[in-house]
């Protein structure tokens, strides 16, 4: 059902590997590597607390003024193993500099994952929209998706990469801009054949309803996957998912990622086994060999109407990876979104006092 998970073929998919082959198609991106020795060690810190000098915030705390009898109370935790402190002036400068080249907004991801799952630390109305440094880390230190990549056991299911394949962590920054979630499809192709397209953010969207349209979008991600990735010389994988986003007149697309063929991958309103039996199909289409039979086009699956059993719920996305373990205090009583504001405060306030120590 699956291709060999191999370390060599895992790697294919890490950004740094596709992106310079696609980039003409793709969104403008910028690759940082070498990251500082100790910046994975940062991300999995228990906590979430920004590195020093990556917000302009003031030297001394606002609570630096507590009166004595609140000062004798903290001296109870006098003990604790202070926290270790981070820093990385040069790789906040590039984030600067690629923030004002991409016109002030970027969004992160590291070699295969972006924090989606982090995305509501930062305003709903423009998710995963980062403006500073400071924006860049709150996403990667809050998201569960993105500390997958910083361990190689992950990263290749406890196989050991060979000498040839070796494993750097990156940091990639993307130009932000919004993108309709109505518009990205996630596509699967299975030994060198396109057999299924899913709709990628499962809630109903009415437009889609018509049989133009369905037609419509089959068409154009068919001939954009023949003319920009499979006559791409530089791509010689043969079983990969990838995302893309088709344009307002659903004529075109640009890549958004790829991903292994794999288990790991979600395959969002197939199933796996659905997938298998339509490489078949396409398989057995083209053994036939009649040329009077024209080959089977991708399925393509979307959700048809608000009853859908893909249709999201009023709850949020990743909603499992939205409360650390150090915000349960802080959460009851509050909405998602006064929730946020309230979280992004005490973590600019644990930086502080760690400046402060």
Known sequence: MFPPQSPSYILQFQFSSWYPKFSTVSVKSTIIKPLPEDFADYLNEDSVFLPEGSEDIPASSSLSDMD??????????????????????????????????????????????????????????????CMSPADVYLLLK?????????????????????????????LVLRKWYAMDRSREMRCFVRAGRLIGISQRDTNHYPYMSTTDV????????????????????????????????????????????????????????????????????H???????????????????YVDSPAHPFARSNAPAHQHNMVPLEALSLSSGRDIAEFAEVWREEVARGTRENDDD
């Not at 992160?108 to 799952?117: A, I, M, V, Y």
């Open 68 to 129: 004595d009898e609140e000062g004798e109370d903290s001296d109870s935790d006098s003990d604790d193993k202070p926290r270790r402190t981070y820093t990385f002036p040069d790789l906040d400068s590039q984030i600067r500099d690629c923030i004002q080249r991409y016109d002030g907004a970027v969004f992160p991801k590291l070699n295969f994952s972006s924090p989606r799952d982090a995305s509501w630390m930062l305003p709903s109305s423009s998710p995963l929209k």
């Open 142 to 170: 809050s998201s569960d998706f993105a500390s997958h990549d910083i361990s190689p056991e992950l990263v290749f299911d406890g196989q050991a990469p060979g000498p040839n394949e070796p494993y750097e962590l990156e």
């Open 214 to 281: 369905q037609q419509g979008i089959v068409g154009a991600i068919t001939r954009f996957w023949t003319d920009k990735v499979c006559s791409n010389p530089r791509w010689e994988v043969e079983d990969y998912i990838f995302d893309i986003l088709l344009t307002r007149d659903l004529s075109r697309a640009h890549i958004v990622d790829f991903n292994p063929y794999a288990p790991r991958t979600d395959s969002l309103m197939f199933s796996y086994e659905e997938l298998d039996a339509l490489h078949r199909l």
């Open 283 to 301: 398989t057995n289409a083209e053994d036939t060999g009649n040329p009077s039979t024209p080959p089977p086009i991708p399925q393509f699956k």
